[in-house]
């Protein structure tokens, strides 16, 4: 009787173990595969909502063209977001060299303000520089350079989610460039960009300068 008893418990004990182990064997298995997907994937692209991010690069030009404070005759042109490359990661992008996602973009809106003399874009720049340090974004790149027969002004600014303002100017154009970025997102499945009413942009019809 007493031998069966601890017979059953050893047997109960090794049932245990095997059970725990097991489990313990799948979650190490688990784990791996997540491991060997990140590893071979890479980091994944966050999904993006391309209207989303359009009305936020349309906002955040609004916002520079209201910072540049320029008269009326520096009238700023229209600009339209437009999408860009974005690549494989992890070791998968060896097998996809230079070849870009079809379910990933970034996007960017360009646009600009022509005959601007230098001292009112040296004003309008500091006004956006100001607003966007103000903000809490980041200086990424310094842009002003000058030689014996150039000058040019620039500069970069990124904000912790990863989306940029970039700001330039020469003597040769006298014509101030905008550029806003945002980053890389993984877009819908029925997302189509030449029919994308969304990514118009028109600069504000009145002007917030002097």
């Known amino acids: 009787m007493f031998k069966s008893l601890v017979c059953r418990a050893r ?8 059970a725990v182990t097991g489990l313990v064997m799948v979650a190490l298995l688990g784990a791996a595969v997540v491991a060997g997907n990140v590893v071979w994937n890479g980091a994944q692209y966050p999904s993006a909502d391309p209207d989303a991010v359009a009305q936020r690069l ?6 520079v063209y209201d ?10 042109g229209s600009g339209r977001v437009d999408t860009g490359a974005c690549y494989y990661r992890g070791l998968r992008s060896i097998a996809h060299i230079d070849e870009a996602r079809s379910d990933v973009r970034s996007f960017g809106l360009d646009w600009s303000v022509p005959d601007v003399p230098e001292a009112a874009a040296r004003d309008a720049q500091r006004r956006v520089r ?3 340090v103000k903000k809490g974004w980041k200086l990424t790149h310094e ?5 014996a027969t150039f000058r040019e002004l620039g500069f970069r600014f990124e904000n912790p989610g990863g989306d940029q303002v970039d700001v330039r100017w020469n003597d040769s154009t006298t014509t101030l460039f905008i550029s806003v970025y945002a980053p890389c997102g993984q877009v819908p499945d029925e997302f189509v960009e030449y029919d994308w009413s969304e990514a118009d942009w028109h600069p504000q019809e009145q002007s917030a300068g002097p």
């Not at 047997?11 to 095997?18: G, H």
């Not at 910072?67 to 700023?76: M, N, T």
Request: no cysteine; net charge positive; proline share 3%.
């Open 58 to 63: 349309k906002a955040r030009s609004d916002e």
């Open 130 to 132: 100001q607003r966007l």
């Open 11 to 18: 047997t109960s004990k090794r049932s245990v173990l095997y």
């Open 143 to 147: 842009g002003d350079r000058s030689g």
């Open 67 to 76: 910072s540049f404070a320029l008269p009326e005759k520096y009238a700023a």
